[in-house]
């Protein structure tokens, strides 16, 4: 089994959606049917047991994780922002705030396309459309699951510190991430074989499936006019050419594209800031940090699906709703883990949050993870990464613009 983590991410899924589809072809219908030994029927079925093998243990692997991570980097952290991460810091927010926006316009522009999420008043929702005050969507929102998880990893660091066991705890979130990856590895191919099973022997699953390629276009969109935007701040900032940036952050994004990690893309993004003109060994805390929080590719991407799975479900999604999921996908993104497809089960926290129930949550969320896989986090992981580097080679930049006296 050990072989498997030698083969891409991308082939196995391509494999798993192969085999579906030929086990379709040739009749299999029963791996769609309830389980149904001695004639005593069961309520899962083989297709649906190789989708709940990830999204069952997905939610408490991520929250457990998110305490770990943000629990050991707080207790190996020493002093405060320094002059230097202040810089790179205000890239990566204003750089996040754009994505906001530009993920709000592509919503409203697009938001006539026809994605193939289910009426739920034709039965794949799950009840009547519930409108939550805004205020009881805030206080949803600061008391989730994830916010909690958040508040627990602050706490986790503060006593670890306390203890001098950061650098330990540290090596032990390492190695999570490590198992972590490994296990994604064997079961988003397992979740998309499940997917597209159960959706080929539904026909409208299987509609909806294949409709919802069209959210690529607000997506291309969105993160096409951010990564537009970086280039153009960054040339002027650097005060190079475009061409110039495009040659340093290009091969960077080829990396992420193929292997829809932010971890994964580290020594590429190291590479893309030395080309950009900033020194490798001085920029590694920076976009280290930055492949950790600095998500906008997944703040755009988490918020575009939110919006549209709220308006399929009959919710009127008004300003005030896109700036609040806005917000939301920009504090969830950062809690998202750097690994493929991690990010996607933090679409359910958004979406019950916002009055859609639980059951449609869930299903919009496994009917989603095929193309998830796909295409989608490969462009949010290539956006990510590249605000990584040019954030952290245009705070540089200007750090060393700023007057001696005002260095930290």
Known sequence: MSGIHKIPLLLLVVIAAALAIILWVLGQSWLAADIAPGGTYLTKSIAGLAKDTLFVPLKPLMYALIILSIGSSL????????????????????????????????????????????????????????????????????????????????????????????????QISDLFIQGFRKFLQYTIPLAVFGSITLALNNEDDFSQLAALFKLVIPYVAAMGFIWFTMVLITAFVQKRGIGFVLRAVLPQALVALSTSSSI??????????????????????????????????????????????????????????????????????????????????????????????????????????????????????????QSDSMSTANGLKLYYKTPKTLRG
Do not use: H
Not at 354 to 361: D, F, L, N, V
């Open 75 to 170: 207790a190996i952290s020493t002093g405060g922002l320094g002059a230097k991460f202040s810089r790179v810091l205000t890239f990566f927010v204003g750089f996040s705030l754009l994505g906001i926006m530009a993920a709000m316009t592509a919503f409203l522009l697009f938001r006539g396309i026809d994605i193939g999420l289910a009426d739920p008043a034709l039965g794949a929702g799950a009840g009547d459309v519930n409108e939550i005050p805004f205020l009881k969507k805030i206080y949803g929102v600061l008391t989730s699951a994830l916010m909690i998880s958040i508040y627990a990893g602050l706490l986790f660091g503060a006593a670890l510190k306390r203890l001098d066991l950061g650098r330990q705890a540290d």
């Open 264 to 385: 994964a893309t580290l020594t590429a993004t190291r590479e893309a800031c030395s080309q950009l003109g900033a020194n490798a060994d001085e920029a590694t805390p920076f976009y280290t940090i930055g492949a950790t929080i600095n998500m906008v590719g997944t703040l755009i991407g988490l918020m575009l699906l939110s919006l549209f799975a709220m308006q399929a479900f009959g919710l009127d999604v008004t300003l005030v709703d896109m700036l609040t999921v806005g917000l939301q996908s920009l504090i969830y993104a950062t809690a998202a883990a750097g690994t493929p497809s991690a990010s996607i089960v933090l679409l359910e926290e958004i979406l019950v949050s916002q009055g859609i129930s639980a059951e449609y949550a869930t299903y919009v969320t496994g009917i989603i993870i095929t193309i998830d896989v796909l295409i989608l986090d490969r462009l949010r992981t290539a956006l990510n990464t």
